[in-house]
């Protein structure tokens, strides 16, 4: 048997060998939701970028272009709380925020002040997360 034809069939030994092993079942537990730290600002809404009008008495929420992708969060509700008082509520993914970061949302006027700030404040610290598709308050 020559050098060429004994290194060949023994990497296809070795090639069968890896891709026969078992697969390690994993123990970790994936988080459902991730809770992002960051900016929360009020806005004027109007048409947003899911495609809906909307009004300033509206619970709407504008997340970060980053997060916003393709549109597949419309409609999906977030839990917001102010990290200043406690306070907490949830708004509706309706638009997207060319100006966050990935951590920052945008708010309606109505969403920003059940989080027990006057718009005159202007930014606030909010913890928030995606509730899971298909929740409603």
């Known amino acids: 048997m020559s050098r060429l034809t004994a290194i060949s ?4 030994a070795l090639v069968v060998s890896v891709s026969a092993s078992p697969v390690t079942a994993s123990t970790a537990v994936l988080d ?3 809770t992002h730290t960051g900016r929360g600002t009020w806005f004027d809404v109007g048409l ?5 009008e909307n009004v300033n008495s509206d619970p709407i929420v504008a997340i970060s272009h980053d997060i916003y992708g393709g549109g597949g969060n419309c409609n999906q509700w977030i ?3 102010n990290t200043a008082n406690g306070v907490s509520a949830y ?3 309706r638009d997207e925020c060319m100006g966050c ?3 920052a949302i945008d708010m309606s006027p109505s969403l920003f002040e059940s989080l027990g700030a006057d718009l005159s404040v202007g930014v606030l610290t909010v913890e928030w997360n995606f509730m899971n598709k298909g929740f409603d308050p």
């Not at 069939?9 to 296809?12: E, F, R």
């Not at 947003?48 to 809906?52: F, I």
């Open 32 to 34: 459902k939701r991730t």
């Open 48 to 52: 947003g970028a899911c495609g809906y």
């Open 79 to 81: 839990h917001i709380t």
């Open 9 to 12: 069939l023994a990497l296809c």
């Open 101 to 103: 970061d990935a951590t």
């Open 91 to 93: 708004g509706q993914t």
